[in-house]
């Protein structure tokens, strides 16, 4: 089983429609982060939480909301999808001990029509 | 404004051959480099770091070496192999204050290595 796990793993939704990413981690990190990818972007970060009652906003976190709902829990909330949050959505988890290395999970292919 | 920048957008290499991947930041702060490693349908994986405090990091066939004074890193694969064939992304932190954990990251780089 992999120890960063998202779900979906690709998904289609409407213009306007409420969405939510989900991600679980068995790596016992406390850290967790929600990035997308877009071409020629490179990973750009949405939103991190540092503990379970910790929320941060990441650099494009507009149009964006998350929960984290326990230490190995970290959801992602489109409120109202439009089409140019179509992206592959991936989370992450690091260790506070350790230098900054992050652990992905395997990606979200969200697509807005 | 894009703090990590890599400006080759993809780079083509013969089986055996040193690859390089370049990238610069601009971010005074940033003290800790990452590269991360990317196959289709699958996340990025952790591939070899360095500090500030060093300019250079070996890992079997992985280098990464770092400019401070031109802000400037790289990451050397010798020899390349078919297996290497990935996107690449740089990524920095900077480790102090409320910063910490947070990566920036590049655009990423298609690397393809020829047979």
């Known amino acids: 089983d992999a120890d960063v796990t998202q779900t979906p793993r690709n998904r289609i939704t409407k213009t306007g429609k409420r969405i939510m990413l989900e991600c679980s981690q068995t790596?016992?990190?406390?850290?967790m982060y929600w990035y997308r990818q877009d071409p020629g972007l490179g990973l750009r970060l949405i939103y991190y939480?540092?503990?379970?009652?910790?929320?941060n906003k990441g650099e494009i976190s507009d149009g964006y909301s998350v929960s984290r709902q326990a230490q190995a829990k970290f959801s992602l909330s489109l409120e109202s999808a439009i089409p140019n949050q179509t992206a592959l959505y991936f989370c992450a988890t690091s260790d506070r001990t350790s230098h900054t290395e992050a652990f992905f999970g395997q990606g979200t292919r969200l697509t807005v029509v | 404004d894009q703090q990590v920048k890599q400006n080759s957008p993809s780079l083509s290499v013969q089986e055996g051959r040193i690859s390089i991947l370049n990238c610069d930041y601009t971010?005074?702060?940033?003290?800790?480099f990452l590269w991360y490693k990317k196959y289709p349908a699958e996340g990025p994986t952790f591939l070899i770091s360095?500090?500030?405090?060093?300019d250079k990091n070996e890992d079997g066939r992985f280098t990464v070496f770092l400019n401070k004074s031109a802000k400037h890193l790289s990451l050397h694969i010798v020899p390349s192999q078919p297996g290497d064939s990935a996107v690449y992304f740089c990524a920095a932190s900077a480790t102090g204050g409320t910063s910490y954990g947070k990566l920036t990251f590049g655009q990423g780089t298609i690397l393809t290595v020829h047979p």
């Open positions: 790596k016992g990190h406390d850290r």
């Open positions: 971010n005074s702060m940033f003290d800790y």
């Open positions: 939480s540092f503990d379970v009652k910790d929320i």
């Open positions: 360095i500090s500030s405090i060093k």
